[in-house]
């Protein structure tokens, strides 16, 4: 248990300094507001901190602190050891409702599990937490019914929306809320993070899954866990090969479905590896559109040293001279690799919102690249 209490420690959350110390304050002099609005870049730890910030409070095992000048303050702690820790480790927190998307959005059933949640008397004493992951994707119905609560707040509630896109939010909805923003986590203080998790990956390759993760500590951690180089080469030496023509102007007859078999059979063995570390499914464990983001990047790499011929605005620059050879000597235009990355866009999008046929989804993508 001790590893997973930790994990959820304030102290412990690499970067967004400056919106801890003003979440602490908040807390340490009573100033909580009933809602508070996260935005900012995906996936560069908003969530975890509202959850962090949440249960740290509901914790209760304070830390005395001295400010400036000898005063005393609290400062958040997570014990992961009394009841309402234990609770949450346990995924029951009667103080506390996480709300994510149902599929592509958040929708008015959702918000009535808010409803239901408050009309229970708390099992503890103090601040009860409602913290909704991608607010921006509530429909009209769904934010409405939020803004109404936010009206009308309920004793020591707290709404902590989560948001990359807050304009899509009701302005009315906003108004209602103290604004955090948080920037991407800066790779130098990823890859010190990640040198004491991962002592045995070069400090060269951290410096590289920094740059691509681009400020995202769980990204970070998705391409070290995810065997993301293992992929990228898999990708580069097999289906690009096919893809793209090696040499300017060798006539090859490309099969799709035999490049989407080889890519399924892939994704096969990934799914082997992450069963043989976890006692869950693979389904479960694993990203629909992660190695499809990982085939839009070097479809980037491509169209950018093909436009400009600079290796410095490469994200893969440890392969730069297969991303050269793939934009310069093959028959592949500029415009024929945009039409690549706005069909993997739609792609990711279209596996992100509908529950599709993986094998079937990848025929139909591969067969849509090849009809240049």
């Known amino acids: 248990m001790d590893s997973d209490y930790k994990n959820y420690d304030i102290s412990n959350i690499a970067g967004h300094k400056k919106q801890l110390e ?17 935005y900012g870049q995906k996936n560069i730890g908003k969530k975890f901190t509202a959850t962090a910030f949440a249960v740290s409070v509901l914790c209760g095992d304070y830390r005395a602190f ?58 503890y ?6 913290i909704i992951d991608e607010a921006s994707s509530m429909n009209a119905s769904a934010a409405n019914a939020l803004l109404k609560m936010l009206e009308e707040p309920r004793g020591k509630t707290v709404f902590i929306l989560v948001t990359s896109n807050a304009g899509m939010l009701l302005p009315t909805v906003i108004s209602r809320c103290l604004l955090l ?23 060269e390759t951290l410096k590289f899954y920094s740059k691509l993760s681009r400020g995202s500590y769980s990204g970070f951690r998705g391409l070290v866990e995810g065997r993301y180089l293992e992929k990228r080469n898999f990708l580069i030496n097999t289906i690009f090969k096919e893809l793209f023509e090696e040499y300017k102007n060798k ?67 440890d392969i730069a001279d297969e991303i050269k050879r793939f934009a310069l000597d093959s028959a592949v235009s500029s415009k024929d690799i945009g039409y690549m990355i706005e069909s993997t866009v739609e792609h990711i999008e279209k596996i992100n919102s509908y529950n599709l046929n993986k094998s079937i989804a990848a025929d139909s993508y591969f067969s849509k690249l090849l009809s240049l």
Not at 125 to 130: C, S, T
Not at 262 to 289: P, Q, R, T, W, Y
Request: charged share 20%; net charge neutral.
């Open 251 to 317: 006539n090859i007859n490309k099969n799709p479905y035999e490049i989407s078999a080889k890519f399924n059979a892939m994704e096969k063995k990934g799914k082997a590896k992450v069963l043989e570390k976890c006692a869950v499914s693979a389904e479960e464990n694993e990203d629909k559109s992660a190695v499809f983001e990982l085939i839009l990047f070097i479809l980037r790499d491509i169209y950018i040293y093909k436009m400009s011929k600079s290796e410095k605005l490469l994200y893969n620059e």
């Open 22 to 38: 003003f979440l602490n304050g908040l807390f340490a002099g009573g100033r909580m507001p009933s809602g508070l609005l996260f």
């Open 181 to 203: 923003g948080f920037s991407p986590v800066p790779g130098e203080v990823l890859s010190d993070v990640f040198k004491s998790e991962f002592p045995d990956i070069p400090g």
């Open 125 to 130: 004493p103090g601040y009860r937490f409602i």
């Open 66 to 123: 001295s400010g400036e000048g000898g005063s005393s303050s609290l400062n958040l702690n997570f014990c992961g050891k009394c009841p309402s820790c234990l609770s949450f480790l346990n995924g029951v927190s009667p103080n506390l409702l996480i709300i994510e998307p149902s599929g592509s959005a958040v929708k008015i059933e959702s918000i009535h599990k808010i409803d239901s949640f408050l009309s229970l008397t708390p099992a």
